[in-house]
C-alpha cells in the first residue's frame, strides 16, 4: 500500500519533508504510516469509506454553509451518530484543519456544525503556528489528507490583549504571547483600533507562516493541493468572516 486516502504515499512524503530515507524524523513518519496501513489492511474497507479528498474550495464552501446553520440557529448536527462513531474507529478522513483559539467559546466542530472525523482540530491560546501545531498540520494535510487549513481567531481574544500590553507574564503564558507580537507591531502605528486591528494582523500573520516555516505546507500550497485561509469569529453573532 503507498497511498493513504488517496492522497500521499510515504516516500512521497518524505519526498515532500526533504529527509530522504533516514533519520529519526523519517522514522518516525514512517512509523505512523506504516501503522495507519497496518490498521488498514486488518480492518476490511469499501470504497464508500474511503472518501476522495475534499478539494480546498469545496472544503471552504461546506464549513461556510455550516456556519450559516449554526448563526441561524439550525444546527443539523452531522455526523453524530452510532454509524458515523464505529467509522471513524477504523479510519479518519478529515477534509479540514482548523488552527483556531484555544477559547472556551470558539469550539470548532459546534461553530461549524461539524461532527466526528469531519476536522483535524489544532487549537493553542492565540492560534498561533508554533512548532507543535506545524507539524500537527502537516500530519493532517500531508498524511491524512485534508486540503483546506483555515486559521480561525476572534473577536476579544485574551492571549493577542496580552500581546498588546507587553507587560510580564508567569510561568509559560508568555510563549504563546511571543509569537502573535510581530502581528501587533505591524499594527501599532495604524489608525484605529489597535486590539481589532491586532487581531486581524495576528490571522494574517500567522496564516503567511504556516507555508513559509513548512516546507510540507509550502509544497502542497504551490502545488494546488492545500489552500490556507484566515477567519475571524464573532463572538455574539457566531458568524465566521474571511479576513485573508
Ligand atoms: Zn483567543
Redesign the pocket.
Known amino acids: 500500500m503507498t497511498r493513504i486516502n488517496g492522497f500521499v504515499g510515504r516516500r512521497n512524503l518524505l519526498k515532500l519533508a526533504g529527509i530522504g530515507g533516514a533519520g529519526i524524523a523519517a522514522s518516525a513518519v514512517a512509523g505512523v504510516m506504516l501503522s495507519s496501513e497496518a490498521e488498514a489492511q486488518t480492518t476490511p474497507t469499501t470504497t464508500e469509506n474511503k472518501p476522495k479528498p475534499v478539494s480546498p474550495d469545496e472544503a471552504l464552501k461546506k464549513l461556510l454553509r455550516g456556519n450559516e446553520r449554526f448563526i441561524a440557529g439550525k444546527r443539523a448536527n452531522p455526523n453524530q451518530s452510532k454509524l458515523r462513531l464505529l467509522e471513524t474507529s477504523v479510519a479518519q478522513y478529515p477534509y479540514a484543519s482548523i488552527l483556531g483559539?484555544?477559547?472556551s467559546r470558539?469550539p470548532a466542530e459546534i461553530v461549524f456544525d461539524q461532527g466526528l472525523g469531519d476536522l483535524f482540530v489544532v487549537r493553542v491560546?492565540?492560534?498561533v503556528a508554533s512548532q507543535t501545531a506545524i507539524g500537527s498540520l502537516e500530519f493532517s494535510s500531508a498524511v491524512l489528507g485534508s486540503q483546506l487549513i483555515i486559521v480561525l481567531?476572534?473577536a476579544k481574544?485574551?492571549?493577542?490583549v496580552a500581546a498588546v500590553k507587553g507587560d510580564p507574564l508567569p510561568g509559560r503564558i508568555g510563549v504563546f504571547v511571543e509569537e502573535i507580537k510581530p502581528a501587533v507591531e505591524s499594527v501599532r502605528q495604524k489608525t484605529g483600533d489597535l486590539e481589532k486591528n491586532s487581531i486581524i494582523a495576528n490571522i494574517q500573520y500567522q496564516v503567511r507562516k504556516l507555508p513559509e516555516t513548512s516546507t510540507i505546507l509550502g509544497k502542497l500550497v504551490n502545488e494546488g493541493k492545500l489552500k490556507i485561509v484566515g477567519g475571524i469569529y464573532d463572538l455574539a453573532s457566531g458568524k465566521v468572516t474571511l479576513v485573508t
Do not use: K, S
Not at 157 to 160: D, E, L, N, T, Y
Open positions: 483559539c484555544a477559547d470558539v491560546a492565540g492560534n481567531g476572534h481574544c485574551g492571549a493577542v
